[in-house]
């Protein structure tokens, strides 16, 4: 039993057990992250104004409803007592008022989008 133990532990101690270490996001990485997610959203709303293709829509709003529940799930994590909360949740509402607007643009020109949930966002 102490031979497993002894391999196991090198194992663990030489990276072994898994392909990649897990990291932890600071709040500053998060906060960046969920900022791209919505720069990618907005890229391909434009390039669906541009092109009018279907898929560019859904990515846009993939991309977009992750950066809403990205920046949900901090608020709750943090707290109102975290200094960039407001900051948070003024980009958060603004990805609402974007999703609201990629739904009416998909309701105007009969897309059908492929995910319809509003995590975060007021119903």
Known sequence: MRA????????????WGCSAPFQYLTVRE?????????EWGLVY?????RDRDPRYLNLAREHTERAVGTYFYMQIDLGHSYPDFYVMD?????????????DAAAL???????????????K
């Open 90 to 102: 003024k980009r958060r509402r603004r990805g609402c008022r974007f999703l609201r607007e990629i």
């Open 108 to 122: 105007r020109n009969r897309v059908t989008l492929s995910s319809s949930e509003r995590e975060g966002c007021l």
């Open 30 to 38: 998060e906060m960046r992250r969920a900022e791209r997610f919505m």
């Open 45 to 49: 709303f434009n390039s669906w104004l």
């Open 4 to 15: 497993w133990l002894a391999i196991a532990a090198v194992v663990l101690a030489a990276g």
